[in-house]
């Protein structure tokens, strides 16, 4: 299978969305008849849990086996790390060994790149592959960044969310220097936003001013809802949870913009072909 995008859900600040948005983007993929695989790249297991592992302390085989495989130069087959989830999504999960592992790559040969390594052989069977990221740019995250082809940053719109985002586009910048050329910034999400406040208003007004003339902002904002907020327990997407309702409604138009700049630079791709 060609033309597999990686992207990672990808913000240092913790609480903004990133999870919720890479299990329900995912899954509003997988909708649209694509063979999706959801990475857990966070210690604390949230997207296992929102897939349903209620303890993902119990797991032996997780994200940190197979990158602790390529860091010591052992085959790990990636089926014995994947998992499946009845929405139509295949996803390898974490717990607490890949902070470990973050030690670890600290002394590795090629530290940027054993998450890429890993990854290489699983693009020729998934056209997507979202990582949910940790809220810190440790080492985890800079070999996501340097696996991938885009990121996405949620941005949640009831914060000084603007201020925050500085750290990580400067390690973007970074990566795209050295380990990564290629990657790029599909665009920010606003999430959680209350279009009732005054501070939701502004604080999205801020993100289209201060960011929207270098990065997309997407057009979908993904709204408060108390049903989103009770999601992550139930092992489901929203789209299961809650089919009706705003947040459901939301990652669909997400998911559309999404695809629809994979398909825009997909037809680029074939016009410089030619
Ligand atoms: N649209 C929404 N409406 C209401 N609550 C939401 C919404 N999206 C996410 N939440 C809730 O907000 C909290 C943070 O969301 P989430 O876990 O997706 O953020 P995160 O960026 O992955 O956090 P972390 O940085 O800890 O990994 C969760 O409890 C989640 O259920
Ligand atoms: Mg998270």
Known sequence: MQNCKVTCVCHEKGGTGKTTTAVNLGIGIARQGKKVL?????????????????????????????????????????????????EGVDF??????????????VNAMNREYVLQEFLAPLKNEYQHIIIDCRPSLGLTVVNALTAADSVIIPVQAHTLAADDMDGLFKTVGRIKQRPNPHLKIDGIVMTMVDGRTNLARQTIRDVRTRYGQVVRVFATEIPYAVRAAEVPGKGQSIFQYDPNGKVAKAYENLTREVLNIGSREKADRDTNAR
């Open 38 to 86: 959801l990475l857990d790249a966070d210690p604390q297991g949230d997207l296992s849990k929102c897939l349903g592992i209620t303890n993902p302390q119990e797991l032996t085989a997780t994200l940190a086996t197979a990158m602790n495989g390529v860091i010591a130069e052992t085959f790990i087959d990636p089926a014995s790390v994947i998992l499946h989830h009845n």
């Open 92 to 105: 390898i999960p974490a717990n607490a060994e890949l902070a470990a592992t973050e030690i670890t790559l």
